[in-house]
């Protein structure tokens, strides 16, 4: 089965640009889906499709996808920012089934 | 306001069944695909079922298969979560979410309830 890969943990400053990688095989090829989750909250959709960002979603946060990994970038990190971060795919090769990557903690310096 | 509430969690002996409720609330229910998605204590995120707009099609992860239903009445703008043979790794906070693009299964989840927990224990 598909399995997405993302690092446990990223820490950036302030002010920089934070990075978290969503890896898997081609995954260049199928659409992927950010979430930014609070503690005790319920996961916000950040970015769909790779890309695009809903109403209400500060430009800071862009997304990319290419061969093997999926990118959501983080630009001008804020304290606020600090949370866990997950990219979630489509696998249609069998029954339609949804797939989390194991998620990512920012830690904001 | 457009929201999904959930209820119906508590505490469950191992074995036993329990079944998960999520309310909606102003956006046209019956025009949207389903979805649970679980969150055992300090873990992350899982799908656990979805089920189509007008309940046609549902799907269920392996680790849940067999034992869990989901099911939607539209009438009530309500969807439903049946799980039997409930195992202490089931415990998690239990979300309900919307497709983002309705009726197609694709696309991420843009509406989230805000959880039900559910505690599997002897």
């Known amino acids: 089965s598909y399995v997405l890969a993302q690092p446990p943990s990223v820490s950036v400053a302030p002010g920089q640009t934070a990075r978290i990688t969503c890896g898997g095989n081609?995954?260049?090829?199928?659409?992927v889906h950010w979430y930014q989750q609070k503690p005790g909250q319920a996961p916000v959709m950040l970015v769909y499709?790779?890309?695009s960002r809903p109403s209400g979603i500060p430009v800071r946060f862009s997304g990319s996808n290419s061969a093997n990994t999926a990118t959501l970038t983080i630009s001008r990190v804020e304290a606020a920012d600090e949370a866990d971060y997950y990219c979630?795919?489509?696998?249609?090769?069998?029954?339609?089934?949804?797939?989390f990557g194991g998620g990512t903690k920012l830690t904001v310096l | 306001q457009v929201q999904l509430v959930e209820s119906g969690g508590g505490v469950v002996q191992p074995g036993r069944s329990l079944r998960l409720s999520c309310a909606a609330s102003?956006?046209?229910?019956?025009?949207?695909?389903l979805y649970w998605v679980r969150q055992a204590p300090g873990k992350g995120l899982e799908w656990v079922a979805l089920?189509?707009?007008?309940?046609?099609?549902?799907n269920y992860a392996g680790s849940v298969k067999g034992r869990f239903t989901i099911s939607r009445d539209n009438s009530k703008n309500m969807v439903f979560l049946e799980m039997n043979g409930l195992r202490p790794e089931d415990t998690a906070v239990y979300f309900c979410?919307?497709?983002?693009?309705?009726?197609?299964?694709?696309?991420?989840?843009?509406?989230w309830g805000k959880g039900t927990m559910v505690t599997v224990s002897s």
């Open positions: 979410a919307r497709g983002f693009y309705q009726t197609s299964l694709s696309g991420a989840f843009d509406l």
């Open positions: 102003d956006f046209e229910f019956s025009d949207y695909n």
């Open positions: 089920i189509l707009y007008d309940g046609s099609k549902k």
């Open positions: 081609n995954i260049g090829r199928k659409p």
């Open positions: 499709d790779d890309s």
């Open positions: 979630q795919v489509w696998d249609k090769s069998g029954d339609f089934d949804v797939l």
